[in-house]
């Protein structure tokens, strides 16, 4: 017992000198608020309103850029990410895309779909925030097919209580081919108001 008490001893009195040296040595390590504001460089004045019209001189240099390649239609095809029925689609002029679920149009309607999240080309992207200015990019498409699914099954079954069920089920789809992408007035620019079709999705 004794041997171990003094074992004890020894620790306790060695423990306050560890402790000591840690903290010393954390004090070394830290910085200082007086030597960060030592070898802080002084602050020079930055003009904000230069930095502004830099941007805004640059923003409009790419607007020009991207006008002049849509009038001399060098922009390429274009391509869209578009809103329709809780889903997003990327399309193509002449794709056809598949919307799952009831949808009221019917076969022939040729309808405009104003959600576009997304437009562009080779050279530029419109990226919207979360979609493009009403009036800026016209996607017009025609319904194509209205169908149904193929069969499903639910199969359900409870062992050793005599229960089995089956039920077929089909949900109605539509097919919708994208007729054209266009840009509908210049890019950060005051155009007329296209005028609306019939439905509009």
Excluded at 168 to 176: A, D, G, I, K, L
Aim: proline share 6%; hydrophobic share 35%.
């Amino acid at each position: 017992m004794s041997f171990l008490a003094q074992s004890v001893r020894q620790v306790l009195r060695q423990a306050p000198n560890r402790s000591l040296s840690l903290a010393g040595a954390m004090r070394s390590l830290s910085v200082s608020p007086a030597f960060g504001q030592q070898n802080k460089p002084a602050t020079e004045s930055v003009d904000i309103s230069a930095i502004a019209k830099d941007q805004q001189k640059e923003c409009q240099s790419i607007c020009d850029r991207i006008n002049r390649q849509v009038q001399k239609s060098e922009q390429g095809r274009l391509f869209a990410v578009v809103h329709l029925c809780g889903k997003q689609f990327k399309i193509t002029p002449g794709d056809i895309i598949l919307v799952e679920g009831y949808w009221p149009p019917t076969i022939g309607d040729e309808i405009s779909l104003d959600k576009v999240l997304l437009a562009g080309a080779r050279d530029f992207t419109l990226v919207g925030r979360p979609i493009l200015e009403p009036g800026l990019v016209s996607v017009k498409a025609t319904v194509v097919e209205k169908t149904l699914s193929h069969t499903k099954t639910h199969f359900r079954k409870k062992r050793r209580k005599q229960y089995m069920r089956i039920n077929f089920q089909r949900s109605p789809h539509t097919m919708v081919r994208i007729n054209s992408i266009e840009l509908a007035r210049p890019v950060d620019g005051e155009g007329p108001p296209s005028e609306p079709s019939k439905r509009l999705f």
